[in-house]
Each structure stands twice: as C-alpha cells, then as structure tokens.
C-alpha cells in the first residue's frame, strides 16, 4: 500500500499484530493520532469496530480516502472523462498574446532525430551567483568543519555565476571535496555561503530529458536545447486564467511566524515550475468541475494530492518521497510530467480500492461515534483535538496511541502544502508539537499530552487497553511517559521493542536513536477515580 506517505507512519504489520493481541471481534478500537489511518484498515479487516480521529485535516482527508470502498465503474468513468478532458481541450495559457495549447504540448519535445518524443522528466539545477570576498575572513577564523568545506567551495567556484550542476564537476576534481557527501556539500553552500551571502540563487537552469519511452532512434534522453529552452522561457512568463486555483499561500502561521521547518523558499507556489503549477492547477479546477459523485471527486483529489510533493522542486533525482522534512528547494531537482504521475497513481489507487473491496466491503459502514457504539456503524471518522474527544466515558475496548514525538516531525507544517491544494486549513493552534515559533515548548508539549491522555483513560472501558508506541528516545522522553502512565493509573502490562522494517529516513543521520519503536501496553483500573493532573 505504498499509495501515499505520511510521515511516521506505521506499518499495517505492527497494527494488526496489536489488534490480534489485545482486542476481539467487534470491539471498539479508538486511534485518537489516526495519521494515513492504517489502525482503521486493519481493524476493519479484522472485524473490529473503528472510531479514527486525527486534527489534521490533510491526515484526515488520506485516512477516509485510504479506508473507504468505492464504486470502481463510477471511479473508473470518472478517471476516463476527466483523461479525456485534459487531452482534447486546448487551455488558454497566457503569453503576451493570447495561446491555447494542450497539456501534452506543454511535456513535448523533439528527439536528436526529430521525432516528437513526451517528457518523462527534466533534470534542473540551481544557479548561484559569487559575490564579493567580503567575508572570506569570517568564514576561515571559524574553523569549523562546516565552514571550512564552505570555504574550500568558495576557492574552487566555476565562475561567476555557474549551475549546481558545474559545481559538482569542479567538486569532483578537488582531492579535499571530492569524499565530502552530497547533503554536507549543500549545507556548507546554504548555511555557510549563503547566509553569510557568499553566494546567492539567481535563478535555475533546465539540463537533461528523459523521454517516457526510448526513442526508434534509440534514444531515451537529451541535452535541454535551445528550442526547449525557449518554450520552458515562454512558459515560466505565461499566467493562467483567473479563475483558476493554485495555493500562493506564505510558509506562516497565523500569527504572522514563518514555518520551523524552512529553508530557501517563501511561499508554496515557489515550489513548483511554471509548468507543473500550471498543469497541477488545470487538473484541480476539472476534477472539481466533473459530474460525479462527491466520494468520486475525493478519490480523484486524493490522487492529485499524492503526487503533489513528487510534482515539485523538492523531488531530488534518485530520491524517493518527501524525506527531509522540511520546505526547501534542492541545489538540483526533477521536474515531473505530472499527467504522467497522475494517472500512474491513479492505476494504484484502482489496484488497492479492488483489494480494499474484498477485504471488508460489506462490513464498513460509516456512521458517527454514537452509531459505532450501538453497532449500527463500523466506522467514524473525527477531526477533533485529542484533549477533547466527544466520546462517552467506559467505552472503548482498545486504544492505539501513536503520539507526536517532540518537534522531529512537524505533521501540521509538512501537510500544509498538500492541504492547501484541497482548500483545507491547518489549525496550527491545536497541534500537539515541540515548536518555538508557534510558541510551543517542551513544557507546553508536555501539558498537551498529559491532557490528551486523560481524556483516552477517560473514554477507555475499566480493564481496556491503551499500547501506546514510543521512538527511542532521551530518557526524560520515556521518564515523563511513565509519570503519566501513573497519575492516570494506568497498569503496565507489557513492553516490547520493535525494529523498524525500513530504514525511516528521518533518523538516518542520527546515531544516537534506537532503530526502532516501544510499545507499551497499559490496562484501565476499574477503580480509577482521574486525578486533576
Ligand atoms: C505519529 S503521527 C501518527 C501516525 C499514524 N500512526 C500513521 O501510521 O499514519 C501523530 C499524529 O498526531 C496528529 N496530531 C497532532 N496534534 C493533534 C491533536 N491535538 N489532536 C489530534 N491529532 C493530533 C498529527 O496530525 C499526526 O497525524
Ligand atoms: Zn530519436
């Protein structure tokens, strides 16, 4: 299922071994941080009832799209008309004169032989510019080892102004550069040469296509020529018609802060080449505009919003998904044919809603939390604050808490760019997170969580269980886990380790993190009067 990522997310394994352990048929399961929603699909397969919540509207939107069985002839007369739609209609995208042109002209190009080929991708890299050596001085007297791979790039600059691409060579060829990775090599140049504006972007420069398929000449790629370059120039000056919607929302809160996790870029629109905005956009305003059903157009918009980070500047050649998490513009990035995305993904979607079909069809039925109680429902989906769950006390078989780990993962930020593709907003204010820019600290952190577990003891049946999943953290992390668990009254009954099945990209530079989860399994007390923590 490899549909769409969600940072953190679990694997179905781990959650349905939990399930089969801890819970029977047709008990309520509650997972108050839901994220892509994993504990609702494996409950359900299971024949468990389900009640999701997360705050996150965008983790909330995957959840439901992920979980809930669809009328595939209905999709797939959907997904047909809106491929024909986009194929014939020639959008007026604006130039200085008025030009209508389809979206295959707009990822066409011509072979070395000169036949017409569809763009799988281009390749593009940053352009910097040098400026004076004002701060050579500053630099040197610091001797970090940072500064000091900063400075050495500074020596061995191309030009003047030169591409991320012409530095690589020049990289290459210097014995002290050439072992230094990648990533180091960027965070010399952006937190080195950059901020002390040694250097700056001047703009980006398209290098190398690659075709969908090899060409009758043998070809399956070239060098961007002047005619590309052109129509890449014409198209970045074009606009859109007005009533066409792309987010230009800033990377800010709303008390006017921006984002933790920011480097090089402003706003969201910053993210994209002229073309794939344009094309994204196109592709938003017809799935909107088509006649099906609101389930239908969902489905459709859940596709779109899975391909928008591989659509952006931030998709790096050979990476995989978002695995820095933050918002930033690699030094060099691909820039995707997003039709071709769109309907690879779609494929996928078919595939897993086929299999979603077999395996509990019949026995999902959505309700609210009340209709899940009376066993009139199997499932609820809530988008509620955690430390507020409109949930009746003693309820709750079984709960699954994957809590939000400090300020690692920014779940709200991270899903701003997707949410506003679909017109949804994030309430940052709720978000249980270490953040210094929302005003958020450890203790704050702390408060949120503490408040959000007496409300899962609160909604939990004496005797029910809680597994709560914990990354290998400082000791305090764990130290103020167990305060928790005491003043709740919640009896231990079982800790496991569990490794990670996949290298989580997040952790990867970090020696010091176990390569894996806790799960601790706790037990309501039937006398358990809260105490006012
Ligand atoms: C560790 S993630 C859960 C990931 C999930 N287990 C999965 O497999 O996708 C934590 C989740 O908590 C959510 N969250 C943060 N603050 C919240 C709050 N106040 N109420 C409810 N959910 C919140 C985040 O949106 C995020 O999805
Ligand atoms: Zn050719």
């Known amino acids: ?155 061995i600059l191309p030009s003047e102004e030169f591409s991320y691409h012409e530095l690589r060579r020049s990289i290459e060829q210097d014995p002290s550069l050439r072992k230094v990775k990648p990533n180091v090599i960027t965070r010399a140049i952006n937190e080195v040469l950059i901020k002390n504006k040694l250097l700056k972007v001047v703009g980006e420069q398209p290098l190398e296509i690659i075709y969908t398929s090899r060409c009758k000449c043998g070809l399956i790629r070239k060098d961007v020529e002047r005619e590309d370059f052109l129509k890449l120039k014409e198209i970045s000056n074009a606009s859109l018609p007005a009533n066409y919607y792309y987010p230009i929302d800033e990377l800010k809160y709303d008390n006017g802060k921006y984002f933790y996790k920011r480097r090089n870029i402003s706003t969201l629109d910053q993210l994209f080449t002229k073309r794939n905005l344009i094309v994204l956009s196109i592709l938003q305003n017809e799935i909107q505009s088509l006649h099906c059903s609101d389930e239908i157009k969902d489905a459709l918009l859940f596709c779109l919003s899975s391909i928008i980070f591989a659509s952006s500047k931030m998709q790096r050649p050979r990476a995989g998904a978002w695995s820095v998490g933050c918002y930033w513009v690699p030094p060099s990035f691909i820039e995707r044919n997003v039709i071709e995305l769109f309907k690879s993904r779609y494929r996928k979607l ?70 506003k593709w679909l017109k949804l907003d994030i309430p940052f204010e709720k978000e249980i997170v270490v953040n210094p820019r929302q005003g958020k600290d450890k203790e704050t952190y702390w408060n949120m969580l503490k408040a959000a577990f007496q409300e899962f003891t609160r909604v939990l049946k004496p005797r029910g269980r809680i597994t709560v999943m ?38 990867r530079n970090d020696r010091k993190r176990l390569n894996g989860d806790y799960y601790i399994t706790l037990e309501k007390q039937p006398s358990n009067r809260l105490q006012q923590i």
């Open 350 to 419: 078919l595939k897993w809603k086929k299999i979603v079909k077999g395996l509990y069809e019949n026995y999902f039925l959505l309700g609210n939390v009340e209709d899940v109680l009376k066993k009139s429902a199997s499932v609820a989906f809530l988008k509620m604050d955690a430390q507020n769950l409109p949930i009746p006390n003693d309820c709750i078989d079984y709960i699954i808490v994957d809590p939000p780990q400090m300020d690692e993962i920014q779940y709200f930020e991270l899903s701003f760019l997707a949410a």
């Open 1 to 155: 299922m490899n549909l769409i990522r969600f940072w953190g997310s679990k694997s179905n394994n781990i959650i349905s071994n939990l399930i089969k352990e801890y819970s029977k048929d047709g008990d309520i399961i509650l997972d108050p941080f839901g994220g892509r929603g994993v504990t609702v699909i494996e409950a359900l397969k299971m024949r468990r009832r389900v009640i999701y919540n997360d705050l996150n509207p965008y983790a909330f939107f995957i959840a439901k799209n992920l979980s809930s069985p669809l009328n595939l002839s209905e999709l797939e007369k959907a997904f047909n008309l809106l491929i024909e739609k986009i194929s014939t209609t020639r959008y007026p995208i604006k130039n200085s004169k008025q030009k209508f042109v389809t979206l295959d002209q707009l990822y066409s190009t011509r072979c070395k032989c000169g036949a017409e080929r569809k763009i799988r991708y281009t390749t593009w890299s940053l352009l910097y510019k040098r400026n004076s050596m004002e701060h050579k001085k500053y630099i040197q007297n610091k001797g970090r080892r940072l500064e000091e791979i900063a400075f050495r790039i500074y020596d």
């Open 470 to 507: 914990l990354h290998g953290e400082e000791e305090e992390y764990f130290r103020k886990f167990r305060e928790i668990f005491e003043t709740l009254k919640l009896k231990t009954i079982s800790t496991t380790f569990e490794k990670y099945r996949f290298k989580n990209n997040f952790h």
